[in-house]
């Protein structure tokens, strides 16, 4: 493009010039002349108007909630007593998602002495943490062809957070906890003899934090004592997906960490010990206590994207599983939410139901389905019920028509 607007400007100087070399008088001169002022006041009207804008982003609070919009907005002054016939401004959105990534362009005049207020309110109808700014805000002289970049690279982070279902919507079953109460297990409790620690979770007592022990590691720890007749509860997520159409994986995210984070809550009501685990971003196992919504901001940072099938090093549902079963805390009652079902899986829950422990499986499925393929995902889960393991479908909420991220 430069190098169209530079052939462009010699081919206008050129043919301004061209009267002279027929005309070596004054006004053989005089076009060319007069074209090359008019490209130089345009150019000088560039750089003083560039040299008195103001720019300031108006950024929105640092969360929001799924469904909600996020109202920012840009705004630009103009101090020179010149006017502005073009600012472009070039807005970047980014998320979990790389392929929903996106660029918007708005171009607008600006009057000498004056303020421009540009809004850009966007619907976040999907979890998630992303980041907006200014990618380039560019000015242009009056004959347009000149441009200078004015300001650019200025971003903010909005985290939105998830809108947790009703007891109506996913049922945190009360015959599922009755049946683990008399178990005996090794948990996180007020006692003072404790059989080990581990690595402080979120939501964990500061009474509980072994400081000693803390005071010579890189992170807190917290202690395990043994306990009786406890009645806990450890909700996983699967991050690994097999979906054939990608426009569905941002529901089907939603889904299974609203699903869990609705389970935990009720969990809480009840006043049953619970914990959250799953996959970080980095790969290692993390287990989360969130107390509600104060937890959900800190906990939305940590979680990854939903991960291809096909990729092998980010351990899925079947290996979260087992290393659960490794943990010195190891709960009585499992709950894991994953919308990909593998016959490892059937493998995992079903030995955790031989450890006399009740596992439950939510398999979240995409929207769109049709009754019967529906009815084909609920024929592949019956080795579950030979098994004794309970299950439930939960169906993922359709995108939203309007436009949003």
């Known amino acids: 493009m430069r190098i169209l607007k530079a052939a462009l400007i010699l081919a206008l100087l050129s043919a301004a010039f061209l009267p002279a070399k027929y005309n070596n008088g004054v006004y053989g001169y005089l076009p060319g002349l007069l074209m090359t002022s008019l490209l130089l006041l345009s150019l000088l009207h560039l750089f003083l108007v560039r040299r008195s804008l103001r720019v300031e982003i108006e950024s929105p609070g640092p969360a929001c909630r799924r469904g909600e919009n996020v109202d920012a907005a840009l705004r630009i002054e103009n101090r020179s007593f010149l006017s502005c016939p073009k600012v472009q401004m070039t807005l970047t959105v980014s998320g979990f998602f790389a392929w929903k990534d996106s660029d918007s362009v708005t171009s607008f005049p600006m009057d000498r002495k004056s303020e421009t207020r540009i809004p850009f309110p966007l619907k976040m109808n999907h979890l998630g943490v992303y980041t907006f700014g200014v ?76 400081w000693k022990l803390s005071a010579h590691s890189s992170t807190y720890m917290t202690r395990i004592t043994e306990s009786s007749r406890k009645n806990d509860l450890t909700v996983m997520i699967d991050f690994v997906a097999d979906l054939p159409d990608p426009r569905v994986l941002p529901c089907v995210f939603d889904c299974l960490v609203e699903t869990a984070l609705s389970l935990v809550d009720q969990a809480q009501k009840k006043d049953v010990e619970y914990s959250l685990l799953f996959v970080g971003r980095d790969g290692e196992i993390i287990r989360s206590v969130p107390k509600g919504e104060q937890d959900y901001e800190s906990l939305i940072q940590m979680l990854p994207a939903l991960n291809s099938g096909a990729d092998s090093e980010f351990p899925d549902g079947a290996e979260i599983l087992e290393k659960e079963g490794h943990l010195g805390n190891r709960s009585s009652n499992l709950i894991l939410c994953t919308s990909r079902y593998t016959d490892q899986l059937v493998q995992g829950l079903t030995a955790v139901k031989r450890q006399q422990r009740n596992p439950e499986l939510c398999y979240i499925i ?20 030979e098994s004794g393991v309970r299950y439930r479908l939960v169906t993922a909420e359709a995108e939203p028509l309007q436009g949003g991220f």
Request: charged share 30%; glycine share 8%; proline share 6%.
């Open 366 to 385: 995409p929207p769109g389905l049709s009754a019967a393929e529906e009815e084909m995902l609920s024929a592949q889960l019956e080795p579950l019920d």
């Open 135 to 210: 990618k380039e805000l560019r000015v242009y002289d009056p004959l347009g062809i000149f441009s200078i970049a004015v300001r650019g690279g200025e971003t903010f982070r909005v985290t939105v957070l998830p809108k947790l279902y009703s007891a109506e919507e996913v049922r945190l079953e009360e015959k599922l906890l009755e049946e683990s109460r008399n178990l005996s297990k090794s948990a996180v409790s007020d006692g003072f003899d404790h059989t080990g620690v581990r690595e402080y979770a979120l939501g964990d007592p500061m009474k509980r934090i072994h």
